[in-house]
């Protein structure tokens, strides 16, 4: 109650304006720059703690202490004592508490003690037993003695393994451990080897469980960031393609893949992209969806600003636009940057199809949202306010069928829209074996018993099917969502009133979902504002005529086709002999 | 300086037409016919015209002041005090306009749709969505304006196709109406029909320059005559000039008789909604102006916490008029027959006093 109260009370106190960091796509590089700076500037202590100065006497330090002070490595860089290593990684992962760290101390070649680390699951152990242990602790891997330093001459003579990292750092050797990596900490070294042994168990690639498609690729990501930044560079095999990983969470530090093509992205939206991963001050990052949010221009708008697919290849043809694809570990999601309202409506399948055939399914589509969003308001205003404009025949069918119904329209639609969305949820929860009953409780209890119980009218029943078909024809999770909340929107409006009051929202979510902005770009770009964009926002032109990509993305490369893509029309090509 | 956002030229065009072609949905047609009869479909395009001559003065003002709005030019030219008060009036007038097509707009849907709805309700329910639009700022006005101005041109296209079979040819006789004198006084004095234009002036911080200013005003101005001669024409093969005269919406009245068979009659739904929603941008637009050039005149930086009142106001102003024929023969009749003078003339005054003035300067950079 007291947030209402407060609410209220702001929209009549003026508030200085918070001056938030507004980020725009501009054409010049200049003055981006300018803004890059800045931020940089002010985004390099994003996410930090403020750090306070307690003041006060402190005690005088004893002998050893001072001894001990001098004589240690700065904070947080490894020192060449293997037993304050072996400390402080204790202390760092809290063992013995922590029974998933295992720490094995041993010698190598008999000689030297040293100990490795790692996650219990989240190594591969044959790796560590015949390729870490044994090539360590075999005396006839080492000469009698080592010159230099011995992590040297391990890395260089004794691990054969394909990838080893040394640091000095306590802080990305733990980071690094905790993602599947084994450290090897050596006595008498200010650095450790860590070595590449991931191996815990992940799901295999499947199907496409939300974007089916007919004819094109049946892959979807999985769990793993490695297999989906695969499953995406076996697409793109080009050398320009990027993958930069990021830590997003403070407590989980979860990998982020930040994946784009230089020389065709624009550089001002992956500095961007990185300065909001940064700039996230957050506990537990998880899967794509809970990124989006976090990263997403306008959190409190009803639609999504961030693209949101299980396809590889979908993600591929994004970023081979000049957009960025974030893959965060553990979700089988790509989340790409930026995207407008029209690409929400699109799907694979229009690429695999001709043209025309693409386009009629994008008819289709789009008139399903447009149905399962508007149908319910219209129908309630029509039956409510404006009867006259029911033709006769209809009108008294339909005053037929309500005729033994106690309630008003809007309580109707209202009933059996709730109903329909608990079935829905309910289909989601339940275990698929009892998915065939509750399609019978559905059909049965909510259909025919509903109408012989005159709770509802048969055209309800009717106007619940076919918006619910139109709501699954949406090919894109996120804005299906927004669809369904936007149905009740024009329900309630269109009982308050008739088509004036659905005039009045329409009106009202078109005009905030065209001050949308997803990373700079207008939501509804290219339409509004209008750019030059290739045939392929409603209708989706032949793939030849796609000859440039889209210009509110900026990128370096417009081109994506020659003058003429379809070359072996020209006739008589280049070279050819008579 | 607040912060209006950007747009280009085709999102200014859209805009700009659907401000100047909602005037058709309403009681300004029925007046027209009145006073030209049925010469009322080429009036409209000598208003055109002259609004096109009229564009050129704000045209060139703007020129001499690149970079600069209309309302930075009133205060650098006639001062800071009388540029003041020329500000005071436009802004005043916008709002003004707003509020009288808001009651206009709420008195013929308790005509036609809600006759049973009080019109403190009606207005209300626009104020709502006026305010909320208005917060997102002339950004989200002008490309919701760009958005739905394909939907609202098919709509207004094909209610005029539609009517087809009711136009009946030998309507448009007597060709020259009461009289080519009385139709050209008319025509030239109602050419504040198209004097919204001048928002482009005023938002001139907003487009790339004077060059897209022109462009975009005299498209917009060309586009709309074309729109409201057509529709202007459609009525008058309709509709006996006679009988158009006492219609308070005819081309509400226009697709309501439309019928071709039992189930496609009464198309009253398309054209209510491209009817409601263009007028929902257009009078947004013009109260957003409004409110913009206030903030401007009182160097208020933030736009936002002026709106809630404003629209208050703006509803207050809405209720004020007593009736209907108060709307119609004072508000509208008005707004239309002198509107040029704030249009047109004002501007035209400070275009005239910026020359001398550089004519001055001129000269006594000669003489020394």
Not at chain 1, 170 to 175: D, G, I, S
Not at chain 2, 161 to 172: K, V
Not at chain 2, 175 to 190: D, Q
Request: charged share 20%.
């Amino acid at each position: 109650m007291s947030g209402v109260i407060n609410t209220i009370k702001n929209l009549f106190t003026y508030k200085e304006p918070v001056n938030s960091e507004g980020f725009e796509l501009l054409e010049k590089n200049e003055v981006s720059d300018e803004q890059g700076e800045d931020r940089g500037d002010e985004s390099e202590n994003a996410g930090g703690e403020p750090t306070k100065r307690k003041r006060g006497k402190k005690p005088p330090l004893k002998v050893e202490e001072w001894n001990e002070a001098k004589n240690s490595p700065p904070e947080g860089i490894l020192s060449s004592d293997l037993n304050t290593n072996l400390k402080k990684i204790k202390q760092e992962f809290l063992v013995p508490k922590n029974s998933d760290v295992v720490i094995r101390e041993f010698k190598i070649a008999q000689k030297i003690n040293a100990f490795i680390v790692f996650i219990d699951g989240m190594v591969d152990k044959a790796v560590v037993n015949d390729f870490v242990l044994r090539q360590l602790m075999d005396p006839e891997n080492f000469p009698d003695t080592i010159q230099g330093s011995p992590v040297e001459y391990i890395v260089d003579n004794v691990l054969a393994i394909n990838q080893l990292e040394r640091v000095k750092e306590y802080e990305k050797a733990v980071k690094e451990v905790l993602s599947g990596l084994t450290a090897l900490f050596i006595d008498g070294c200010s650095e450790c080897i860590l070595i590449e042994t991931r191996g815990f168990e992940k799901r295999s690639i499947e199907k496409p469980s939300l974007e089916t498609v007919i004819r094109g690729a049946q892959e979807a990501f999985t769990e793993n960031l490695r297999t989906n930044i695969t499953l995406i560079r076996r697409i793109i095999k080009n050398r320009h393609l990027v993958t930069e990983f990021v830590s997003v969470g403070k407590t989980n530090n979860a990998n982020c893949g930040i994946m784009y093509i230089e020389g065709i992205v624009n550089p001002d939206i992956v500095k961007e992209v990185k300065r909001r991963l940064e700039g996230i001050d957050i506990d537990l990052v998880m899967g794509g969806g809970m990124l989006g949010q976090l990263i997403e221009d306008s959190p409190f708008a009803l639609f999504p600003q961030v693209l949101s697919t299980e396809r590889p290849d979908r993600t591929a043809s994004l970023i081979m636009e000049g957009r960025v694809a974030l893959i965060v570990d553990g979700a089988p999601f790509a989340e790409v940057v930026p995207t407008t309202f029209f690409e929400h409506l699109h799907t694979s399948e229009e690429a695999f199809s001709v043209w025309y055939f693409g386009t009629f399914l994008r008819f289709v589509r789009f008139f399903g949202m447009l149905v399962s969003a508007i149908l319910p308001g219209m129908y309630i205003a029509l039956t409510t306010y404006h009867q006259e404009m029911i033709p006769t025949d209809l009108l008294a069918t339909i005053a037929l069928t309500r005729e033994n119904v106690p309630f008003p329209v809007l309580v109707e639609v209202l009933i059996m829209e709730i109903s329909f969305e608990l079935i829905r949820e309910a289909g989601i929860r339940m275990p698929t074996v009892i998915g065939p009953a509750l399609g019978i409780i559905g059909a049965l209890i909510l259909g025919q018993a509903a109408v012989a119980a005159n709770l509802v009218s048969p055209i309800i029943i009717i106007i619940i099917a076919i918006t619910g078909l139109g709501s699954f024809s949406g090919p894109n999770y996120p804005l299906a969502f927004s669809i369904r909340i936007i149905r009740f929107i024009f329900s309630i409006f269109g009982a308050i009133a008739g088509f004036y009051g659905i005039s009045v929202a329409i009106f009202i979510i078109g005009g905030v979902a065209c001050g949308i902005k997803s990373f700079g770009v207008p939501y509804f770009v290219p339409i509004a504002p209008r750019t030059k964009s290739g045939p392929d926002i409603i209708i989706r032109g032949p793939i030849w005529h796609q000859k440039e990509r889209p210009d509110y993305l900026n990128p370096l490369d417009k081109k994506r086709a020659g003058d003429n893509a379809r070359g072996w029309t020209k006739g008589e090509q280049k070279g050819d002999k008579k | 300086m607040i912060q209006q956002g950007k747009f280009g030229i085709h999102e200014a065009v859209s805009l700009v037409t659907i401000i100047i072609v909602t005037k058709v949905f309403f009681t300004s047609p029925a007046l027209l016919i009145q006073f030209t009869g049925t010469a009322n479909w080429y009036a409209t395009l000598i208003s055109a015209g002259t609004a096109l001559f009229g564009f050129t003065f704000i045209y060139l003002l703007l020129k001499d002041y690149p970079g600069r709005n209309l309302i930075e030019i009133f205060e650098i030219v006639l001062g800071r005090y009388i540029g003041f008060i020329f500000s005071g009036i436009f802004s005043l007038w916008f709002i003004f306009i707003a509020a009288a097509f808001l009651r206009e707009f709420a008195e013929v849907l308790r005509v036609y749709v809600l006759p049973l709805s009080p019109l403190s309700f009606i207005i209300g329910m626009f104020v709502f969505g006026t305010t909320i639009l208005s917060f997102m700022g002339l950004e989200s006005i002008v490309r919701f304006a760009k958005l739905s101005s394909p939907v609202i041109f098919i709509g207004y296209i094909s209610v005029q196709f539609l009517s087809w079979e009711n136009y009946e040819f030998h309507r448009i006789f007597p060709i020259y109406g009461y009289g080519i004198k009385t139709t050209l006084l008319h025509g030239i004095a109602r050419s504040s029909a198209y004097g919204e234009a001048v928002i482009l002036a005023v938002f001139a911080g907003s487009l790339q320059g004077v060059q897209h200013i022109k462009k975009a005003g005299y498209a917009a101005i060309f586009i709309s005559g074309l729109l409201i001669s057509s529709a202007l024409l459609s009525f008058t093969l309709v509709f006996p000039y006679t009988t158009a005269q006492e219609i308070t919406s005819l081309m509400y009245q226009m697709t309501r008789l439309i019928d071709y068979g039992r189930f496609v009659q009464r198309l009253d739904p398309i054209f209510f909604f491209i009817w409601n929603i263009g007028t929902f941008i257009a009078i947004t637009a013009l109260f957003y102006t409004g409110v913009n050039i206030y903030c401007h005149m009182f160097r208020i930086q933030d736009i936002k916490p002026v709106l809630i009142p404003s629209n208050i106001v703006l509803f207050a102003a809405a209720m004020i008029p007593k009736d209907m024929p108060i709307i119609i023969m004072g508000y509208v009749q008005g707004t239309r027959q002198y509107g040029w003078i704030i249009y047109f003339l004002m501007p035209l005054i400070v275009l005239i006093i910026s020359r001398l003035r550089k004519k001055k300067i001129k000269k006594g950079a000669v003489q020394v």
